[in-house]
């Protein structure tokens, strides 16, 4: 008997309709791959959590910020928990594994790091961190209480180069600028650097006899009451002031009559140790007083001496990774006396806009080109003590500059 030739194959059989649970894991799986892929290389949302960028960019500002801007880095530590940076949710143990680690390398991206660019970048000293107390840096720790000390009782991680935390700030100086401020004013080169209306610093008020700040004025002015804030710090002495004020504020408290309004300026050749590189013997520099320096620039050549060498060390010896010894007054290279190296990569200058508040360049040094993260793109959602910041929704960052 012949079968019917209409009879199905079996492979022209309906095929099992999947199970409901792994129909969502499928999905699941493909939405974690694809969020990964474009985190990784396209685009990743942050959000600014101290006051540093005040007021260009301020806390519980969410933001969009663009790997492709300058190019989108390769992973240098591929083996990682996705989504999730350096740190596991509750658990807070390390979210990715040291076994497989691949050098730096970065694709093809729509331009350079420019002067005046906000970017996101891996934190320089975060190589090496206390586990649990985020708020200090063990290399300041290390030269305030000494090394033994921070080392006894705490436990010490060391992270590589793309799990380091990401800071953000304003690249004032480029490879090859040279960066100096002078009584608190920013220059580079022989040029003043580009101010903004909403940047920040410290300022000494002077009232008249019998007269205050009222609550009314302040808020008019738009000077942050928040306790945490700290804009407005009442002193000892009677009708005196600090505030940490916008440079677009500054008006409206000159017009006060009989008022005196000075920055709050650290004396020049007043070192201060806890400054980069922090070396008070060679270099009297504090935050508002600095400089000059030359940002290295990949392939120029420095000299090496007994003070030139606080400013290069962690250059060559960390982000470089040669081998470096110091011996009887000698600098000795990957085991040659030297007396001159040359930079393998570009360097960059962070500073935040909040300039009396920021822990920057100023306190740490260069960012190496392989911690450069990805360029600040625009603000999605904004939010503060009285509720959501409507006028900063959607706005590039350079239209919050203005």
């Not at 400054?275 to 000299?303: C, M, S």
Request: proline share 5%; with cysteine.
């Amino acid at each position: 008997m012949r079968l019917a030739f209409w009879k199905k194959k079996d492979s022209e059989k309906p095929k099992k309709k999947k199970a409901v649970w792994r129909e969502w894991l499928d999905a699941a799986v493909f939405a974690i791959i694809a969020a990964t892929i474009i985190r990784t290389f396209f685009v990743e949302a942050y959000t600014i959590p101290t006051g540093s960028m005040e007021g260009s960019l301020l806390i519980n500002d969410y933001l969009f910020v663009s790997k492709m801007a300058y190019g989108p880095r390769v992973p240098m530590t591929p083996v990682a928990v996705p989504l999730v940076h350096n740190t596991m949710p509750i658990t807070g143990s390390e979210s990715y594994s040291k076994s497989v680690q691949w050098d730096y390398h970065r694709w093809w991206g729509f331009g350079d790091v420019e002067r005046n660019d906000v970017v996101v970048f891996n934190f320089p000293h975060g190589d090496t961190v206390i586990k649990g107390q985020p708020e200090r840096d063990y290399y300041s720790a290390c030269r305030v209480e000494g090394r033994d000390r921070v080392l006894s009782g705490n436990e010490i991680i060391v992270r590589p180069v793309d799990k380091t935390d990401n800071y953000i700030k304003r690249c004032v100086a480029v490879p090859g600028d040279v960066v100096s401020i002078k009584e608190g004013k920013l220059w580079i080169g022989n040029a003043p650097a580009q101010d903004y209306p909403h940047m920040k610093t410290s300022y000494i008020i002077q009232m008249p006899p019998g007269a205050g700040l009222s609550e009314e004025f302040l808020l008019e002015n738009d000077v942050n009451l928040d306790a945490n804030a700290n804009d407005i710090i009442s002193l000892n002495r009677a009708g005196q002031y600090v505030a940490h004020l916008q440079k677009s504020q500054i008006a409206a408290f000159k017009a006060i009559q009989g008022i005196y309004i000075e920055p709050m300026i650290d004396k020049a050749g007043e070192a201060d140790p806890s400054v980069f590189p922090f070396d008070p013997l060679h270099y009297k520099w504090n935050k508002d007083n600095y400089g000059p320096l030359t940002i290295p620039k990949k392939g120029a050549t420095v000299q090496l001496n007994d003070s030139t060498i606080a400013i290069y060390r962690r250059v060559i010896g960390v982000y470089e990774g040669n081998k470096l010894e110091e011996r009887n007054g000698q600098i000795f290279i990957n085991g040659t006396l030297a007396n001159s190296y040359t930079f393998k990569m570009n360097y960059y200058w962070m500073m935040g806009d909040n300039r009396h508040n920021s822990l920057d360049s100023r306190f740490w040094g260069f960012v190496p080109e392989n911690h450069v993260v990805g360029k600040a793109w625009f603000v999605w959602l904004s939010y503060g003590k009285d509720g959501m910041r409507w006028s900063r929704l959607l706005h590039g960052i350079h239209s919050l500059e203005d």
